[in-house]
């Protein structure tokens, strides 16, 4: 499960001065130091009991635009601060089966009962209200090719709740929870690691009654767009074919196979598919063998599959 830290002692902190000190250094959620950095400084925050409420009053007085451009999560989702050194800090409001957002949107709006592992590491701290419960699973990642249906060899830990002043690390392809919303409305802090690397590493969706990947929920916007293209010009398909030959994330090649062979004929289809199954990747492989035997692709499939990608794609 997540690793529980123990919050530093120390001053309350407003928020100028946790993004510039954060800002300066840097954020590695990898490195002991810099955890223990942004846990002393994201302590200090979560002992500030106005800052957050401050910060609303004024983006609604003010315009939101700022959060629509730059927040690519959910409407929970409240951006503090976006660094250019690849990280960012943020507030995510999570609603109880009363609440007004969750009778309208439903859980999975806010990722209630949908089991999940992270393709980042990220700290969390309950600043408000008594928090959402999570039943927390650990697996190892090292075996996992990242296939549809492969087994994780999960491992149950515990039920828990992240209520006020807990903080926990999120580890990247580690931790695995299945959150339920809590009693009351809740707020959580978190400093998020947003290095170039995250979007070219798959999150998994997990079946829990099997424990097996059920999604790969995670799809850039230049995959999306390759997906359009391929219907539109000659000169997509024919960065489709390079993508498909040469990219180096599997993932980015598998979709870019799946984009040809959606406008592919039926003998042109198969032998796409073919030629990716003898890619170096296993989870190429697989993708392309569950492909062809089960004649996925159609137009109208593929325009359904990038929508409900797109969706999934904003668990939080």
Not at 149 to 174: C, I, T
Not at 241 to 270: T, W
């Amino acid at each position: 499960m997540p690793r529980l830290i123990d919050p530093p002692a120390g001053p309350t902190l407003d928020l100028a001065e946790v993004t510039a000190r954060l800002d300066e250094r840097g954020v590695d959620l990898t490195n002991e130091a810099s955890i223990a950095h942004c846990a002393d400084l994201l302590a200090g925050l979560q002992r500030n009991p106005d800052f957050l409420a401050d910060r609303v009053i004024a983006a609604l007085k003010a315009s939101y635009a700022d959060q629509l451009e730059v927040n690519r999560y959910s409407a929970q989702v409240f951006l503090l601060h976006r660094s250019p050194r690849g990280f960012y800090l943020r507030a995510n409001m999570w609603p109880s089966e009363r609440d007004a957002a969750f009778t309208a949107s439903g859980p999975a709006a806010f990722s209630y009962g949908v089991p999940h592992d992270h393709n980042f590491s990220f700290l969390t701290a309950g600043y408000f209200g008594p928090g959402y419960v999570s039943d927390y699973y650990d697996y190892d990642p090292e075996p996992v090719d990242g296939r549809l249906g492969e087994p994780l060899n999960l491992k149950f830990v515990e039920r828990s709740q992240l209520d006020e002043g807990k903080m926990m690390l999120y580890r990247a392809h580690r931790d695995i929870h299945s959150q339920l919303p809590p009693e009351s409305l809740s707020v959580s802090l978190n400093i998020m690691d947003e290095g170039e690397h995250v979007p070219w590493r798959d999150q998994y969706i997990v079946d829990l009654d099997h424990g097996t990947i059920a999604k790969r929920p995670t799809l850039t916007s230049s995959e999306m767009l390759l997906r359009c293209a391929v219907h539109l010009t000659g000169n997509g398909k024919d960065i489709a074919e390079q993508f498909a030959k040469a990219h180096p994330v599997p993932r980015v090649r598998a979709n870019a196979i799946g984009a040809l062979a959606a406008v592919a004929d039926g003998a042109g289809r198969a032998a796409l598919l073919e030629r990716g199954m003898e890619d170096r990747d296993a989870r190429v492989r697989d993708d392309c063998v569950r492909w062809l035997s089960t004649h996925f692709f159609s137009p109208e499939h593929e325009l359904l599959l990038t929508v409900s990608h797109a969706r999934d794609n904003e668990l939080t």
